[in-house]
């Protein structure tokens, strides 16, 4: 399946991110850390490959917390720094801080033992839509996201966010790439709302979920909508399609919660956004998508 999908603004921002490259010493990539690998934009991989790289796995507060260290280790496997974030708490952001001060260390010393003492690092901040990217800006800013002012050789739009004494950040919009080769990156995006329903359906989205939690986290699913296990096992043993047991116990979920129409049935679009919202703000507990073994 491919999902094509560009819109023009996206585009232009590639271009602009590739010119402003040149101009930073160190690129913060921010992920969700439910999807890391789905978060990440193959484009911005590539054409940030030379420079100096943090990973930030930002919600980190959502995610398994086993599933969150294990993560960290994935890339520190591949050489590049990650710290665990939750931009509303302010967890994990002075690490962050830290983080770049000691990756740009050795080029700060060289600097000043140049005698360019006091040049600051310029960071930029990378990151698709909905990785809670203007949360991290302003909680590492301290909410105080003053602009300090153009550089020579910079156009006058941007704008660049002091952090501290030492550090600088350079924003950036959030962008995708143009299309899904995977319908498994397309639904991981679409659990987290980082692509609308119009772009797959609403229903069919939280089908999917629902079928990765029974097989994942069924005790959370019970949990929340109080649900037996005998419930689930009956249902899954029936002698039917698989995705007509799955639906069946998507409807009873519904039925719970009472997302009923007329006559009493139930209304399977209010059930789908109820399950998608609830996942989407941590009601449901801890939950990794992309789980490591």
């Keep these: 399946m ?46 940030t490959k030379a420079k100096k790289k943090i990973i930030v796995l930002n919600k980190c507060d959502l995610a398994d917390e086993k599933q969150n260290y294990l993560w960290v280790k994935y890339f520190e496997q591949k050489g590049i720094p990650a710290v665990l974030t939750d931009s509303n708490s302010g967890k994990g952001i002075d690490q962050c801080i830290k983080m770049i001060e000691t990756k740009m260390s050795a080029e700060l010393k060289e600097q000043a033992d140049k005698g360019r003492v006091g040049r600051k690092i310029r960071a930029m901040i990378l990151g698709i839509p909905n990785v809670g990217k203007s949360s991290f800006i302003n909680r590492i800013a301290k909410k105080a996201s003053a602009g300090v002012g153009n550089k020579p050789g910079v156009t006058k739009q941007k704008q660049w966010i002091r952090v501290n004494d030492k550090i600088e950040l350079l924003d ?6 143009p299309k899904f080769e995977s319908q498994e990156v397309a639904l991981h995006l679409a659990f987290t709302g980082t692509i609308k329903e119009d772009i797959l359906e609403r229903v069919d989205i939280a089908y999917d979920l629902t079928k990765f939690l029974i097989e994942n986290y069924r005790d959370r699913l019970e949990a929340r909508y109080k649900i037996s296990e005998q419930f689930i096992c009956q249902k899954l043993a029936q002698e039917q399609p698989e995705n007509e047991n799955i639906y069946e116990i998507m409807l009873e979920i519904g039925k719970k919660r009472g997302c009923l129409i007329s006559g009493g049935n139930i209304d399977e679009e209010k059930t789908a956004r109820m ?19």
């Design 2 to 47: 491919n999902i094509n999908w560009y819109p023009g603004h996206m585009s232009k921002t590639r271009r602009q991110i590739e010119e402003d490259l040149k101009i930073v010493d160190i690129v913060i990539e921010i992920l969700d850390s439910r999807i890391p690998i789905s978060s990440q934009n193959p484009d911005i991989a590539h054409i």
């Design 172 to 177: 950036t919009p959030g962008v995708l790439w």
């Design 275 to 293: 399950i998608l919202d609830e996942f989407k703000n941590g009601v449901m507990g801890k939950i990794t998508i992309e789980l490591m073994k």
